[in-house]
C-alpha cells in the first residue's frame, strides 16, 4: 500500500527570542520577497504556510506597503496561507479573553487579504490549555496542530485523535510528534537525507493512523528552500513506495476527517515526555508576567466595561484605540516572549509594550470617566466624585478616592442632596501647575490639597453614582487607630514575631498560622525551567525579627511588615552554606470590613542572584487535588503528578513536577471549608507540605542564563542557546499583588471564581474639577447622575467582558459557568435595545433571544462553557 508524505512549506516565526523583533523584521523582508517570487514565478510551487500569525503581514507591510496587492492576489489564489492568529499565544498564563482577541483581530486582518487557515496552529506552544477546542469552535474552527505536551497516558499513542472540552467542543488534532522542523533543510546528499529520512518515518509510520503523513519543511527564521524539488526527486528515487508531493495542512486534515474510529480525549496537554513544556516557566521575569496579568485585567475589566457604558451614553466607542492596546500586548503572547525565554534586549523590549499598553489603557479610562462626568447638568464649576462599578450587580463596601481641591473642609452630597460620611486617611499639597498649568500661567500659586477619603455607599450594577464636594464648615478627619489585633466582620488577625499572620476565621472558627512564610530556595535553572542544586538547604523567614504596625478604622484595616531575610548570594554561596547576602521583604495588607479577603501586596527588594522566592499560604486541608482556573472555566489537578514515579524509567524530557498555571485563583478545599489565592500578578502555584495542605505562591526566580545544559530535573541539552541574562537575575524591586480568601464548602460551591473576578474588579473613582491640564469642549447633551447598564439576576455565572461589537451594533456581554453543572445566566438589561441575540466568540449570530417583561432573559450554560450574548441597541 503506497504512503503519502505531504511535504508543507512554511516559516516558524518567533517575532523575537534571543534576537530582537527589529532584527528579525530585517530577516523577513529578505525571506519574503523570496517567497513571493517563488509562489508567483513557480506554477509547480503550490503553497506556502505564514506561520498561522497575521503580524508576519503587518510587520512586513511596515516596511513595503506597495506589495499589499500582491499579497492579496497570493492569498486568494490560496497560495500564500494566512491566520487565524494575530500573534502565536501562550495558552498557560494568558487570559481567555486575550486569546479570543487573537482570534478576533487575526481573522480580522486576514479579511483584508482572502481566506484565512481555519486551523488553531500552534506549533511550540509549551502546552495545552484544555478550553482551547471550545475557544476554536467559538471561531468555526474544528481543527487543530500542535506539538508539545501529549503523551500516551491521555489515552491514545496515535497522533491523530479529537479533542474535547468538558462542554462538549472538540478539534480533530493532528500533532507533530517530531516538531514542526523536521523537514529543514532538507540535503539532496542521498545517504544523509535517508539516514534523517529513516529516523523520522519509523516514528510518523507507526503513530500516523492514515497513510498520509506530514513533513514540515521550515524552521525558525528559515528561508525558503529553493531546491525542494531536487530534494523530493531524490526521495522518490530512496523510497518509491511512497508518494512524496507539496501540500498544506488542510489536505492531510481532508483525508483525517474520513478516518473512523479515532479516539476522543480531554484535558490539558502538559506531559513533558517526549518534548519539552518547561512546567516552571510560569515565573521567569515574574516583572513582565504580573504586568501582563495587571493589564489584560485592567483592559477587560475597567476600561471596555467602562467604553460601553460610556457608549449607551452617546459617546464614541473607540475600537481602533483599543484594539491598538490588544495588539501592544499580543504581540508579548507569543510563547517565547510572555514565556521570557529570551534575551535581555528582547525583555526590555517586551517591557516596553507594556509600558505603552497600560499607559494607552489608563489615559483611555481617564478620558470616559472624565467624559461622562463633563456631562452631567449640573453647575460646570461644582466639583465631583464619580464612583464606578464594572461588576453586573449593585456593591456596597467600602471605597477609597481622592479629592483634589482648595477647599479647606467639605462635605460630600449625593443628587438629593443626602450626605455621605466619610473620613480622611491622607492629605497632602499638590503643586498648582500640576492640576492645570494655566492657573499657573495667570499667577496664581496658591496650592490644592489632595485628600485621600474613605466611606461606604451603594453603587449600582454596571453603572456608576455621582457625588458633589460642597464647602462644610467642617469636616471628619484621620480617625484610624493604631490597634495590635485587627479585627473585621470575619477575620481576627495578628502578626507574628516572624512577620508571618495569624487570622482567625469567624465564620470557620478556625485558624490558619504561618501565613506568609518566606521560602528562599537555590534555582539552578535557566528561563524555562527551575532546577534545584543537589545538597541545597531551604532558607525559611521563620526566626527573622519583623516590623510591624496595624491600624483600622470604620472601613479598611493595615499591616504593614518588614524584615531582611539573610540568604545565600549566589550558587558558590549556596553550595558553601553561605547566608552572605539578604532580600528586603515589604509587606502591605489591606483589609476591608465587611469582605471576606485579606489584599496582599509584596515589595522585595533583592540583591542576591540564584534562587527562587515564595510565599506559603497554609490551609490545613490535607489534600489530593487542587482547584485552579484556565480560560473560562477551571481544572482540577493533582497536587502530585503520578508520573514523577516513572519518569526517569520512562526517560522523559523533562520531570513532571506538580508547578502549574492559574490565572486568577487556585484554591484547596474539603466538604466544610476551603483556602483560596486570588492573583493579579504572579500565576505560579505548587501545592507543598508533608501532608500538601499549603499553597505555594512563587513571587520571583531569579536566574543568570536563557538556557542551560544538563539541568537536574531536565536532563541533556540546553533548551534554546546557552546566553547569559544578567536582569533575569532580578536584581531590584519584585512586585506581587495577589489576595487570600476563605470559604465555607469546597472551592468550586464557594464560586471562588467570582471572587477573583471581584477582587480584579476594583471600583474605580474620578474626581471632576472645574480645572484640568488638558482642555475638552462640553458635550450637547446630559448624562443622568447615577446609571446602570444591567444587572446580573443569578449567583452563579461570572462575568467575562462587556464590550462594544466589532460591527458597532451593540453590547457584547460575555460570562461563562464555573460550577459543577449546568446554570441559568439571568440578566436584565436596563437601557434601550431593539434585540438580544447569541453570538459565537467572533461574534457571528447564532440564534434569537427571547426577553421577558423588564428585559429580562436567560441562557442555559454548560460546566465550564462561555456564552457571548449580543444586546442590539
Known amino acids: 500500500m503506497k504512503k503519502y508524505v505531504h511535504i508543507v512549506p512554511h516559516m516558524h516565526w518567533d517575532r523575537e527570542w534571543y534576537f530582537s523583533a527589529e532584527e528579525s523584521r530585517i530577516l523577513l523582508v529578505n525571506n519574503m520577497e523570496e517567497i513571493l517570487d517563488m509562489l508567483e514565478t513557480n506554477p509547480d510551487y503550490p503553497h506556502y504556510v505564514l506561520d498561522g500569525q497575521t503580524v508576519v503581514l503587518e510587520d512586513y507591510l511596515a516596511v513595503k506597503p506597495e506589495y499589499k496587492k500582491r499579497i492579496q492576489k497570493l492569498v486568494q489564489q490560496g497560495k500564500l496561507i494566512i491566520g487565524p492568529w494575530y500573534t502565536q499565544t501562550d495558552e498557560m498564563v494568558v487570559g481567555g479573553e486575550s486569546i479570543v482577541r487573537n482570534l478576533l483581530y487575526g481573522l480580522k486582518d486576514c479579511e483584508e ?12 506552544s509549551f502546552g495545552q490549555s484544555s478550553q482551547l477546542p471550545q475557544l476554536l469552535n467559538g471561531f468555526g474552527i474544528q481543527r487543530a496542530i500542535f506539538w508539545r505536551g501529549i503523551s500516551e497516558r491521555h489515552g ?12 462538549g467542543s472538540r478539534v480533530l488534532v493532528q500533532v507533530f510528534p517530531l516538531g514542526y522542523a523536521i523537514g529543514k533543510y ?72 474520513k478516518q473512523e ?21 510560569y515565573s521567569t521575569r515574574m516583572d513582565i508576567k504580573a504586568a501582563n496579568t495587571r493589564i489584560e485585567n485592567k483592559i477587560t475589566n475597567i476600561l471596555e466595561p467602562l467604553a460601553s457604558i460610556a457608549s449607551t451614553l452617546g459617546f464614541a466607542y473607540h475600537h481602533k484605540l483599543i484594539e491598538l492596546i490588544w495588539k501592544e500586548m499580543m504581540k508579548n503572547h507569543a510563547h517565547d516572549s510572555i514565556g521570557c525565554c529570551c534575551s535581555d534586549k528582547v525583555h526590555r523590549d517586551i517591557m516596553s509594550r507594556f509600558f505603552i499598553a497600560e499607559e494607552k489603557a489608563d489615559q483611555l479610562i481617564s478620558f470616559y470617566m472624565r467624559k461622562i462626568a463633563d456631562a452631567m447638568p449640573c453647575d460646570q464649576s461644582l466639583d465631583k466624585l464619580v464612583v464606578y462599578n464594572f461588576l453586573p450587580y449593585e456593591r456596597n463596601e467600602p471605597i477609597q478616592a481622592e479629592i483634589t481641591t482648595k477647599i479647606a473642609n467639605f462635605k460630600l452630597v449625593d443628587e438629593n442632596e443626602n450626605e455621605i460620611d466619610f473620613e480622611v486617611v491622607k492629605k497632602e499639597t499638590i503643586d498648582p501647575g500640576l492640576v492645570d498649568r494655566q492657573i499657573v500661567h495667570y499667577g496664581n500659586y496658591d496650592p490644592f490639597v489632595r485628600y485621600t477619603i474613605q466611606f461606604q455607599d451603594d453603587i449600582p450594577a454596571m453603572g456608576y453614582r455621582a457625588y458633589f464636594i460642597k464647602e462644610a464648615d467642617t469636616m471628619i478627619k484621620n480617625v484610624s487607630e493604631e490597634v495590635n489585633q485587627i479585627d473585621t466582620e470575619f477575620y481576627s488577625l495578628t502578626v507574628n514575631e516572624n512577620g508571618t499572620l495569624k487570622i482567625y476565621d469567624k465564620t470557620l472558627q478556625r485558624t490558619f498560622d504561618n501565613v506568609l512564610l518566606i521560602e ?34 470604620q472601613y479598611f484595616a493595615y499591616v504593614d511588615i518588614h524584615y531582611q531575610l539573610p540568604v545565600p548570594a549566589n550558587i558558590e554561596s549556596r553550595k558553601a552554606k553561605r547566608r552572605d547576602s539578604f532580600i528586603d521583604v515589604n509587606i502591605q495588607l489591606t483589609v476591608p470590613m465587611n469582605k471576606p479577603i485579606i489584599d496582599v501586596k509584596m515589595d522585595i527588594e533583592n540583591i542576591a542572584k540564584d534562587h527562587r522566592v515564595r510565599a506559603y499560604i497554609p490551609t490545613g486541608i490535607s489534600s489530593t487535588y487542587a482547584i485552579a482556573d484556565n480560560q473560562f472555566g477551571n481544572i482540577k489537578r493533582r497536587v502530585v503528578d503520578p508520573a514523577i514515579e516513572v519518569w526517569e524509567t520512562e526517560n522523559w524530557d523533562e520531570r513532571p513536577d506538580s508547578i502549574y498555571p492559574m490565572l486568577s485563583y487556585v484554591g484547596l478545599s474539603n466538604e466544610h471549608y476551603g483556602v483560596a489565592v486570588l ?51 532580578m536584581i531590584g524591586s519584585n512586585k506581587v499583588h495577589f489576595a487570600i480568601t476563605t470559604h465555607q464548602g469546597t472551592t468550586v460551591q464557594a464560586n471562588v471564581a467570582k471572587r477573583a473576578k471581584e477582587f480584579l474588579t476594583p471600583l474605580y473613582t474620578y474626581n471632576k474639577m472645574p480645572y484640568d491640564a488638558m482642555k475638552m469642549n462640553n458635550v450637547d447633551f446630559h448624562v443622568p447622575y447615577q446609571y446602570s447598564l444591567f444587572e446580573q439576576k443569578d449567583p452563579y455565572i461570572v462575568l467575562s467582558a462587556v464590550k462594544r461589537s466589532e460591527d458597532d451594533s451593540g453590547i457584547i456581554v460575555r460570562f461563562y459557568n464555573p460550577s459543577e453543572a449546568e446554570k441559568k445566566a439571568i440578566f436584565q438589561w436596563k437601557g434601550p435595545l431593539t434585540q438580544i441575540q447569541k453570538t459565537n466568540l467572533n461574534e457571528k449570530i447564532i440564534a434569537s433571544i427571547a426577553y421577558h417583561p423588564h428585559k429580562e432573559f436567560e441562557v442555559n450554560v454548560k460546566r465550564n462553557q462561555v456564552q457571548t450574548v449580543l444586546v442590539q441597541l
Open 679 to 729: 492573583t493579579n500578578s504572579t500565576r505560579e502555584y505548587e501545592i507543598v507540605g508533608e501532608h500538601y495542605d499549603t499553597i505555594a505562591v512563587t513571587l520571583f526566580r531569579s536566574i543568570g542564563y536563557l538556557g542551560k545544559e544538563d539541568i537536574v530535573r531536565r536532563p541533556g541539552r540546553p533548551s534554546g542557546i546557552k546566553m547569559e541574562t544578567p536582569d533575569s537575575q
Open 156 to 167: 491514545t499513542d496515535q497522533t491523530e485523535f479529537y479533542w474535547a472540552s468538558d462542554e
Open 261 to 281: 474510529g479515532l479516539a476522543t480525549i480531554k484535558g490539558e496537554f502538559l506531559d513533558g515526555k517526549y518534548m519539552r513544556v518547561h512546567r516552571s516557566i
Open 113 to 124: 487579504f482572502g481566506e484565512p487557515m481555519k486551523i488553531g496552529y500552534l506549533p511550540d
Open 520 to 553: 528562599d530556595m537555590a534555582d539552578d535553572g535557566d528561563e524555562y525551567d527551575y532546577s534545584p542544586l543537589l545538597n541545597d538547604f531551604i532558607v525559611l523567614s521563620d526566626d527573622v525579627k519583623a516590623q510591624y504596625s496595624m491600624r483600622q478604622n
Open 186 to 257: 532538507l540535503p539532496t546528499d542521498e545517504a544523509k537525507l535517508k539516514k534523517r529520512m529513516d529516523t523520522y518515518f519509523s516514528v510518523l509510520d507507526r503513530r500516523a493512523t492514515t497513510d498520509h503523513i506530514i513533513i514540515p519543511n521550515g524552521h525558525d527564521q528559515m528561508p525558503i528552500q529553493k531546491n525542494i524539488f531536487d530534494v523530493i526527486e531524490v526521495l522518490r528515487k530512496l523510497y518509491p513506495e511512497r508518494i512524496f508531493f507539496l501540500s498544506r495542512y488542510e489536505h492531510i486534515f481532508d483525508e483525517l476527517e
